[in-house]
């Protein structure tokens, strides 16, 4: 016969065990690396960066968004809201970056020059249009694969 101090000792094994799962997910050990995109850089890292694949449209405000939205979709995944709804908070929470990537879109754009076209519809866009479609792609992409990936949280 078991007795009560042997059955709650196992069942704070079994808790503590269940736990160190839920603490296994948020480290690197768990991370699918087939997924998970690496960070390009981190702020005040020095050496050499990777290349992000799937690099956002030229411009030098285009990378500063694209990390953003990479960072913040990390971060956000773990929400329970769906991925939609996620990464439209992700490019909410870039918007400051979209709006200086924006600009200068505008301000470098020859307005004798072709116009964008929406590859789904064919129809004009405007490089503000193009940029935010962008983002809210990019967004809704980094916050399912972060969640399929169990991608590590940056720092």
């Known amino acids: 016969m078991i007795n009560q ?8 094994l079994v808790a ?9 997910s948020a480290t690197s050990a768990s ?11 981190t702020s005040g890292a020095s050496g050499p960066t990777t290349p992000v694949p799937g690099a956002p449209m030229a411009g ?3 990378a500063v968004v694209d990390d953003c939205l990479h960072r913040w ?24 970056n979209l709006t200086a990537w924006n600009t200068e879109a505008m301000n ?5 020059g072709p116009e964008y076209v ?10 503000a249009d193009r940029n935010s ?16 990936g169990h991608c590590v949280v940056p720092s």
Do not use: H, W
């Open 108 to 112: 470098n754009r020859d307005p004798r």
């Open 31 to 41: 991370a699918d690396t087939r997924i998970c995109t690496p960070f390009a850089s």
């Open 133 to 148: 479609q962008y983002a809210q792609g990019k967004a809704l992409f980094y916050v399912v694969q972060a969640r399929a």
């Open 60 to 62: 030098s405000n285009a």
């Open 118 to 127: 929406d590859s789904a519809t064919g129809r004009p866009m405007s490089p």
């Open 73 to 96: 979709s990390y971060r956000l995944a773990g929400a329970s809201d769906s991925a939609d709804q996620v990464g439209k908070a992700v490019v909410q929470a870039c918007s400051e």
């Open 5 to 12: 101090t042997t059955t709650r000792i196992g069942l704070a």
């Open 16 to 24: 503590a065990a269940m736990l160190s799962g839920c603490e296994r």
